[in-house]
């Protein structure tokens, strides 16, 4: 009687964790991973969730954090907000203890209450809009420089290729929009000229119109601020109708895959790049195995990547414990993390506290440094 009473009261104290949502497993730590795995932007998702993938292989390798091997759990954003709230829903329910994640920024701007609410850190490898920021309740951290940081890159080169008058497109969407705005009103504030603000629709294929509306302003420069996938359409028809002058793109063009799709009219185009991984003097090892955990190069944001999760590993070391509130604070206090992408502290908003924009060029089939 006495051994089937304790088999029974053992049953009962399982069946009461496993109903309560406790975890046997108190050898790991769950990470989340949020990443677009599918739509026009899956390439890049993919790319980022192997550079986590490899991170975390390198962080048991060498014994997990605390002693825990850490485990991860992949939720796809689509680069869509409703998609991405849900994917956010789907990490919190699957209880997690930090994040890392956040390609598009209008989708990773209504995650950031879901995790919020349930206390959850998330480190923000390439979202990047400013406006993140007004809707970050604390447990949101870009290492990636703002939008604020690109429109200063912008108008720096502008004002060296001694352009007077810019014209700008974007998409309306909250990268595109913000960097489009930001960049107008410091263009403007330097005392130069901005002769038109053009919005298109995604997927649009016919540009002729805008192209007639905007040589008809006389710009020395234009200014794409949305992504790759319909940047080198708007590239090349601007090239056929006769645009001649300089032409930038942001960072969210900067894939091989614009000067792939629009051929020669992307020579000479300039873009506004965050760190890539062929200029990163430290990165070396990193791509080494890269190709051979994945055999493929890593692509653009891949670095970025990489360091948000050895960055949440640290700040969970530094933490102590496997707990949300800790992690947070951790993370908040970070000065100096060594990311191969160059190192990583906070303002008080937790955006990165330094610029890591770098200007590209075009040439041949390749982006090269400008400088």
């Given at each position: 009687?006495?051994?089937?009473?304790?088999?029974?009261?053992?049953?009962?104290?399982?069946?009461?964790?496993?109903?309560?949502?406790?975890?046997?497993?108190?050898?790991?730590?769950?990470?989340?991973?949020?990443?677009?795995?599918?739509?026009?932007?899956?390439?890049?998702?993919?790319?980022?969730?192997?550079?986590?993938?490899?991170?975390?292989?390198?962080?048991?390798?060498?014994?997990?954090?605390?002693?825990?091997?850490?485990?991860?759990?992949?939720?796809?954003?689509?680069?869509?907000?409703?998609?991405?709230?849900?994917?956010?829903?789907?990490?919190?329910?699957?209880?997690?203890?930090?994040?890392?994640?956040?390609?598009?920024?209008?989708?990773?701007?209504?995650?950031?209450?879901?995790?919020?609410?349930?206390?959850?850190?998330?480190?923000?490898?390439?979202?990047?809009?400013?406006?993140?920021?007004?809707?970050n309740p604390g447990n949101g951290f870009q290492i990636n420089?703002?939008?604020?940081?690109?429109?200063?890159?912008?108008?720096?080169?502008?004002?060296?290729?001694?352009?007077?008058?810019?014209?700008?497109?974007?998409?309306?969407?909250?990268?595109?929009?913000?960097?489009?705005?930001?960049?107008?009103?410091?263009?403007?504030?330097?005392?130069?000229?901005?002769?038109?603000?053009?919005?298109?629709?995604?997927?649009?294929?016919?540009?002729?119109?805008?192209?007639?509306?905007?040589?008809?302003?006389?710009?020395?420069?234009?200014?794409?601020?949305?992504?790759?996938?319909?940047?080198?359409?708007?590239?090349?028809?601007?090239?056929?109708?006769?645009?001649?002058?300089?032409?930038?793109?942001?960072?969210?063009?900067?894939?091989?895959?614009?000067?792939?799709?629009?051929?020669?009219?992307?020579?000479?185009?300039?873009?506004?790049?965050?760190?890539?991984?062929?200029?990163?003097?430290?990165?070396?090892?990193?791509?080494?195995?890269?190709?051979?955990?994945?055999?493929?190069?890593?692509?653009?944001?891949?670095?970025?990547?990489?360091?948000?999760?050895?960055?949440?590993?640290?700040?969970?070391?530094?933490?102590?414990?496997?707990?949300?509130?800790?992690?947070?604070?951790?993370?908040?206090?970070?000065?100096?993390?060594?990311?191969?992408?160059?190192?990583?502290?906070?303002?008080?908003?937790?955006?990165?506290?330094?610029?890591?924009?770098?200007?590209?060029?075009?040439?041949?089939?390749?982006?090269?440094?400008?400088?």
């Amino acid at each position: 009687m006495t051994k089937k009473w304790f088999s029974m009261a053992a049953v009962v104290a399982v069946m009461q964790l496993f109903l309560s949502g406790q975890s046997f497993a108190t050898d790991e730590i769950k990470v989340g991973i949020m990443v677009p795995t599918t739509g026009i932007e899956a390439i890049f998702g993919k790319d980022m969730e192997n550079a986590i993938l490899l991170a975390v292989s390198e962080i048991n390798a060498k014994g997990g954090i605390l002693g825990k091997n850490v485990i991860t759990t992949t939720s796809d954003e689509a680069c869509d907000p409703q998609q991405a709230s849900s994917a956010a829903s789907t990490l919190v329910a699957e209880e997690v203890v930090a994040v890392v994640g956040g390609y598009c920024s209008p989708a990773t701007a209504p995650t950031l209450k879901i995790f919020g609410d349930a206390g959850i850190p998330i480190v923000i490898p390439v979202a990047d809009s400013s406006k993140l920021v007004g809707v970050n309740p604390g447990n949101g951290f870009q290492i990636n420089s703002t939008g604020i940081d690109q429109a200063i890159t912008a108008v720096n080169l502008f004002k060296e290729r001694k352009i007077k008058k810019l014209a700008i497109i974007h998409q309306r969407d909250n990268y595109s929009a913000d960097l489009a705005t930001m960049t107008a009103r410091k263009w403007k504030g330097m005392g130069y000229e901005v002769v038109a603000v053009e919005v298109v629709k995604k997927g649009e294929q016919d540009y002729s119109a805008l192209v007639i509306r905007l040589k008809s302003k006389a710009p020395d420069a234009v200014f794409w601020t949305a992504y790759y996938d319909d940047g080198p359409l708007i590239i090349k028809q601007l090239r056929q109708g006769g645009f001649s002058k300089l032409i930038a793109v942001g960072d969210g063009s900067n894939s091989p895959k614009l000067i792939e799709i629009a051929g020669k009219a992307a020579e000479g185009v300039f873009c506004f790049s965050k760190p890539m991984i062929e200029y990163l003097p430290t990165a070396k090892a990193f791509v080494d195995g890269y190709k051979k955990k994945f055999n493929q190069e890593p692509g653009p944001y891949s670095a970025l990547a990489y360091d948000g999760m050895n960055l949440l590993a640290d700040a969970i070391k530094r933490a102590g414990a496997a707990d949300k509130a800790a992690i947070t604070k951790a993370l908040k206090e970070t000065k100096e993390f060594k990311g191969i992408a160059g190192p990583i502290s906070f303002k008080t908003d937790n955006t990165l506290a330094r610029s890591n924009f770098v200007v590209l060029i075009a040439k041949g089939t390749h982006w090269t440094l400008y400088k």
